[in-house]
């Protein structure tokens, strides 16, 4: 194994639909796409297996979501390996 760091996902949805296992995992799914996607872009690679996921609601959440898309916010984060990868941290809501 290389060098490694952490990257976010994220997707958006409808809050009223929080409840729905279904939809919820179909935002994960979309959260971990676009954690790959954001890796690519930085020529990292997405260790298989490292994703974590958060669902934050703006009905059950002490983060300011007004600003959020759809108000229903799903962060992935995941662990990445490659050439300076060790300088990637996902702190915060940012990539850094």
């Known amino acids: 194994m290389g060098n490694t760091g952490t990257l976010f996902g994220w997707a958006f949805g409808d809050p009223a ?10 935002l994960q799914d979309e959260a971990l796409r676009n954690a790959r996607e954001t890796a690519q872009a930085k020529h990292v690679d997405v260790v298989a297996g490292s994703e974590v996921f958060t669902v934050l609601s703006g009905n059950d959440s002490l983060v300011e979501l007004d600003n959020a898309p759809g108000r229903l916010v799903v962060r992935c984060t995941v662990h990445v390996e490659g050439p300076g990868a060790e300088k990637l941290r996902a702190e915060g809501p940012m990539n850094g």
């Open 17 to 26: 639909r929080e409840g729905d296992g279904t939809y919820v995992g179909g």
